[in-house]
């Protein structure tokens, strides 16, 4: 897979991209990242990339040619290659659209700075847009690297998983069970018991109810798009059936 990122700021990749699973990916020839400078496609003297808005309001705003230049000079036309701008207006990044874009060979990350980019780059550049979550960044560099993370580790052999992190949080559709590794005692909290008997079964039906319950107690909205079974629906109705009862009690207690 090819990712081109257009940023201001190529040097803030490189800590994220340059340690650890990023790095592997790169090494191995799974991911290929490419940092292109907006800057390098400023025409005049100084170089300028952004500009006071019209209309006034305060702060600076990027302006059209040199990104657009920029986008231009590494998408070739005509492929469908999409190219994602990195904003708070955009779809919200979740692991469905991580899946989506792990399936495709080319894709390009426009990271705005300042107040945002001029609305004519969306109209003739961007075909798609992304937000990481509801809240603001100086920046959409950092947004990028969230992207490029939660991608690169669903290309085959990244994880050192040929499954491709099947258990994890967002595969399920449900939050993670509870994790546990040596000591068995630590602080006088034991391991519990069923993760250190061998018996497989048993592990993986305690690994599927604690993560139904970690989902009911934390994220309830999961619930309604996760692929549940009977014996998960069985579970779930326990699991109310408790919270019912703590309700009554509470009641009486006034
Ligand atoms: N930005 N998810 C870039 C974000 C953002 C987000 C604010 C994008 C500033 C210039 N990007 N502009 N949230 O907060 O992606």
């Known amino acids: 897979m090819r990712i081109d990122v257009l940023t201001l700021f190529p040097g803030m990749f490189a800590g994220p991209l340059g340690e650890s699973m990023l790095k592997r990916a790169q090494e191995m020839g799974a991911l ?58 955009g779809r ?59 991608v690169a580790r669903l290309l085959p052999g990244v994880l050192g998983d040929p499954t491709g992190a099947t258990d994890d949080s967002h595969a399920t559709g449900l939050l993670e069970y509870p994790h546990y590794t040596r ?6 909290l034991a391991v519990p018991d069923v993760l250190l008997s061998g018996h497989e079964a048993n592990v993986n039906a305690w690994r599927r109810r604690e993560a139904l319950r970690r989902t009911w107690e934390r994220r309830p909205d999961m619930l309604l798009n996760a692929p549940l079974s009977e014996t998960d629906r069985e579970f779930l109705l326990e699991l109310a ?14």
Not at 183 to 188: E, H, I, T
Request: some cysteine; glycine content about 10%; aromatic content about 6%.
């Open 32 to 89: 290929t990242v490419a940092l292109h400078d907006i800057r390098n496609h400023a025409t005049d003297k100084h170089r300028t990339v952004d500009e006071p808005p019209y209309g006034g309001g305060g702060g600076m705003v990027m302006k059209p040619e040199p990104l657009v230049a920029a986008i231009e000079a590494v998408v070739p036309p005509g492929e469908g290659i999409p190219v994602i701008l990195l904003s708070p207006q």
């Open 92 to 150: 919200v990044f979740d692991q469905a659209a991580a899946f989506e874009l792990a399936a495709l060979p080319r894709w390009v990350l426009v990271c705005g700075h300042y107040e945002g980019v001029d609305e004519r780059v969306r109209e003739t550049a961007i075909t798609d847009e992304l937000s990481i979550g509801d809240y603001v960044l100086t920046g959409g560099e950092l947004a990028a690297m969230v992207v490029i993370d939660a």
């Open 183 to 188: 000591p068995p005692v630590f602080r006088g």
């Open 241 to 254: 059936e408790e919270e019912i009862d703590r309700k009554r009690r509470q009641v009486r207690r006034g």
